[in-house]
């Protein structure tokens, strides 16, 4: 999930995947979405950028997940008052490594006043991350000591989706990782990141971004890492 704390001139965003027209934000949350979302930005942008783990933003927020599923959000209508004081911490810092530093200590201080979450769900997401989404979900639901049923409810509310769509995502996102980090083909990717082939990847890109693998590699020509 992404958290922007603007500073400067509002992003454009469409609400909600494919909902046409783009409004303004300044301060924003994207939940976890599985159709591509269209976003322009116009003048001075400036503001801080937060990659959260779902759990974590549930802690953060303190608000079920799957209200902020597949839309964009202005902050002030989740966190209220707190994103003024977020905004104060930024704007009375002095240089960006301090502003990062005071945004670390009153998430933390607000993510431990949320409570610990689920142990069941924190388990599960890192299963899920520890291999990129490749696990069945029967198998997930013996590890973590549930039913699935119950792994659900809790992944609907701390994470937005079930275990299965969540682990959808994470497999496409290590897909295009692997895309853009290396000079493996579609086809190696489909078969390194369990796809059934290579159509079976398109699909799935198709669907999370909009444009195919090989548009994805082709803006990323003669990259080369094995860092992850």
Known sequence: MILVLGLGDPFLAQKHPGAGSLSGFTSFVVGLHERPLHTRYESLQSGVQVRLAPPAAALLLGVAMHELTNRVVDLADVAGGLVERWTEVLTSAKSWPER?????????????????G?????QAWRALRRVDGGVRIKDLVAEVGCSHRH????????????PKRAARILRYEWAARRLRDSQSTPAAVAVE???TDQPHLTREFRRFSGVTPAAVRRKNPGQFSTRR
């Open 118 to 122: 689920s142990p069941i769900v924190r």
């Open 193 to 195: 990141c369990g796809f």
């Open 151 to 162: 792994l659900t409810a809790l992944f609907r509310h701390e994470v937005g989706l079930t």
């Open 100 to 116: 990062f530093a005071l945004l670390d200590l009153v998430f933390g201080e607000q993510m431990r006043a949320g409570g610990g």
